[in-house]
């Protein structure tokens, strides 16, 4: 079976606190620079509207806590109760990853590309770990050191 070469992200909870509080998980920056070396694609898949994400994503990159990359970076159009990986342009189901912290979004029969992390939630410790883990765990799924 081929390597994943697509990582679809999620945005709150996973990267950021909220779409309202917006606080950047620590380790952002370094998180997305070293995905983007890892995979020759990166989608934003997110229950959160384009239009706002795309505001959320000027304001990271305006405060330096993401790269200027991400403010453009390719984003998941889709509907439905799950986030299935098939509304994934361009991209088999089997070379593609996610990494969520809602296991209700993970589409039947995708479990295996489910990547978990744990949610960032209130209080929003700047000691949080989580991107690290998930990290970790990509260059495992990856067979890469």
């Known amino acids: 079976m081929p390597r994943p070469s697509v990582l679809t992200l999620d945005l709150e909870g996973t990267l950021i606190s909220n779409s309202m509080s917006q606080i950047p998980r620590p ?34 990159v305006e405060e330096r806590v993401a790269p200027p990359w991400f403010a453009t970076v390719e984003f998941v159009s889709w509907e439905g109760k799950t986030k299935d990986l098939r509304f994934v342009q361009d991209a088999l189901v089997h ?51």
């Open 27 to 60: 380790g952002l920056f370094a998180f997305l620079e070293e995905c983007r070396a890892l995979f020759s694609r990166i989608l934003i898949f997110t229950a959160v509207r384009e239009d706002r994400f795309r505001q959320i994503a000027h304001l990271l």
């Open 95 to 145: 070379e593609t990853l996610l990494v969520d912290d809602f296991e209700a979004y993970v589409h039947p029969g995708q479990e295996s590309q489910w990547v978990k992390v744990d949610g960032f939630d209130f209080p929003y410790s700047d000691k949080d770990e989580g991107l690290a883990r998930v990290l970790s765990d990509l260059k495992l799924r990856l067979c890469v050191a």
